[in-house]
Nanobody, 118 residues
Framework: QVHLVESGGGLVQAGGSLRLSCAASGRTFSMYVMGWFRQAPGKEREFVAAISRSGGNTHYADSVKGRFTISRDNAKNTVYLQMNSLKPADTAVYYC???????????WGQGTQVTVSS
């Protein structure tokens, strides 16, 4: 069992930045692929970014490529999402998740709200 807790969300103006954090319980954090997803009101949850177990490989949705950066610190059991040049379209609840493969995420956090004003 893995418990994930996101933090760092908030209200920011368009063009601004936020850094989300996701702290994981347990001693097996480095065994998991970590991902960030988001869900806007009335829309399906969508993939944002993922990072491999070692942090050496990352993958991004086209909509955030070049603006968002995912990273992880296995010593701190934490994954981050640095979000720059934010747009109103980025407004959503952001969730972190972990899984044994990029195709299947087994554990999810409770989410943190990000609101970007125009």
């Amino acid at each position: 069992q893995v418990h994930l807790v996101e933090s760092g969300g908030g209200l920011v103006q368009a063009g601004g930045s936020l850094r989300l954090s996701c702290a994981a319980s347990g001693r097996t954090f480095s065994m998991y692929v970590m991902g960030w997803f988001r869900q806007a009101p009335g829309k399906e949850r969508e993939f944002v970014a993922a990072i491999s177990r070692s942090g050496g490989n990352t993958h991004y949705a086209d909509s955030v490529k070049g603006r968002f950066t995912i990273s992880r610190d296995n010593a701190k059991n934490t994954v981050y999402l640095q979000m720059n040049s934010l747009k109103p379209a980025d407004t959503a609840v952001y969730y972190c998740a972990c899984g044994t493969t990029p195709a299947e995420y087994n554990y999810w956090g409770q989410g943190t709200q990000v609101t970007v004003s125009s």
